[in-house]
T-cell receptor, first 116, second 115 residues
Framework: KQEVTQIPAALSVPEGENLVLNCSFTDSAIYNLQWFRQDPGKGLTSLLL?????REQTSGRLNASLDKSSGRSTLYIAASQPGDSATYLC???????????????FGKGTLLTVNP | DAGVTQSPTHLIKTRGQQVTLRCSPKSGHDTVSWYQQALGQGPQFIFQYYEEEERQRGNFPDRFSGHQFPNYSSELNVNALLLGDSALYLCASSFGSSGFTDTQYFGPGTRLTVL
């Protein structure tokens, strides 16, 4: 069964800290992995997309890595700010020799609180 | 440039009723996916439409059906509503391709409450 797990479920840090969010997935046959941000009651904002052939992607203070062999991805947030407080979701697009299955399989998310 | 839009924002229905949710994709996108997100959970894939055809379907019963129009907008229909259908319904659009899904852009969602 293709599953995505995120640890921890919740994280609280003081402003200015660097932090790492973890995502693990079963089955290494992935096409890509995305990290999303979701504010309470809102839709999802795509932060970073890593293709299966890539090892990492960076955008501003965010850096996402992908290790297919170990089934892990991390989202690194540098110099956290209160505005970073949100739920962060990891999503994997799986596939097989015939191609992608076209759907995103999500983890349950990590609720991040950055305290001023 | 308008992003993905969804209507209505909120909806309250009673058990057994039917509901239709609507989605307009981001300009230039031709693929629409629907997800159900229960409280405290990650989104669950319902189905994806590409070129007006259902291209992939998740583990949802036939009560959940959809449609894509020639202008690429889409509808999600749910029949015989159950209490467990209460959730945030998210629409995502992307530029269609064969073989994999490009970055998906999500709408704000429709909050459905079934009483």
């Amino acid at each position: 069964k293709q599953e995505v797990t995120q640890i921890p479920a919740a994280l609280s840090v003081p402003e200015g800290e660097n932090l790492v969010l973890n995502c693990s997935f079963t089955d290494s046959a992935i096409y890509n992995l995305q990290w999303f941000r979701q504010d309470p009651g809102k839709g999802l904002t795509s932060l970073l997309l890593i293709q299966s052939s890539q090892r990492e992607q960076t955008s501003g203070r965010l850096n996402a890595s992908l290790d297919k062999s170990s089934g892990r991805s991390t989202l690194y947030i540098a110099a956290s700010q209160p505005g970073d407080s949100a739920t962060y979701l990891c999503a994997v697009e799986y596939g097989d020799s015939g191609g992608s299955n076209y759907k995103l399989t999500f983890g349950k998310g990590t609720l991040l609180t950055v305290n001023p | 440039d308008a992003g993905v839009t969804q209507s209505p924002t909120h909806l309250i229905k009673t058990r057994g009723q039917q509901v239709t949710l609507r989605c307009s994709p981001k300009s230039g996108h031709d693929t629409v996916s629907w997800y159900q997100q229960a409280l405290g959970q990650g989104p669950q894939f319902i189905f994806q439409y590409y070129e007006e055809e259902e291209r992939q379907r998740g583990n949802f019963p036939d009560r959940f059906s959809g449609h894509q129009f020639p202008n690429y907008s889409s509808e999600l229909n749910v029949n015989a509503l159950l209490l467990g259908d209460s959730a945030l319904y998210l629409c995502a659009s992307s530029f269609g391709s064969s073989g994999f899904t490009d970055t998906q852009y999500f709408g704000p969602g429709t909050r459905l409450t079934v009483l």
